[in-house]
């Protein structure tokens, strides 16, 4: 049984940074590039961020990208967002997955259908 559980989010003001984690059990991250997603409010779910296979090269959406950092640590199944410079419009559910991703294709896509709880990031003006 594959478990994804995500933490660190928060309310903070604008201008304001925040590091999300995601550690998941019963799967190995070997092997599969991994994402970051974020739902709003009425909104569809969205790719923002994504780390390939090995962990040198990573893809952003350009709504985050100069602002949040994706990164993982293999060995502990656990992978990161840091988020700086947080805008009102980042407020949303954030959650992470297995994804797919690459050069051509930098917004994530999610692989298989394994979902956490999220966790809540909501920034104030």
């Known amino acids: 049984q594959v478990t994804v559980v995500e933490s660190g989010g928060g309310s903070v003001q604008a201008g304001g940074s925040l590091t999300l984690s995601c550690t998941i059990s019963?799967?190995?991250?070997?092997?599969?590039?991994m994402g970051w997603f974020r739902q709003a409010p009425e909104k569809e779910r969205e790719g923002i961020a994504c780390i390939g296979r090995s962990g040198r090269s990573t893809f952003y959406a350009d709504s985050v990208k100069g602002r949040f950092t994706i990164s993982k640590d293999d060995a502990k199944n656990t992978l990161y967002l840091q988020m700086n410079s947080l805008k009102p419009e980042d407020t949303a559910m954030y959650y992470c997955?297995?994804?797919?991703?690459?050069?051509?294709?930098?917004?994530?896509?999610?692989?298989?259908?394994?979902w956490g709880q999220g966790t809540q990031v909501t920034v104030s003006s």
């Open positions: 997955t297995f994804a797919s991703c690459g050069p051509g294709s930098p917004i994530p896509k999610s692989l298989f259908n394994y």
């Open positions: 019963g799967l190995s991250f070997d092997g599969y590039a």
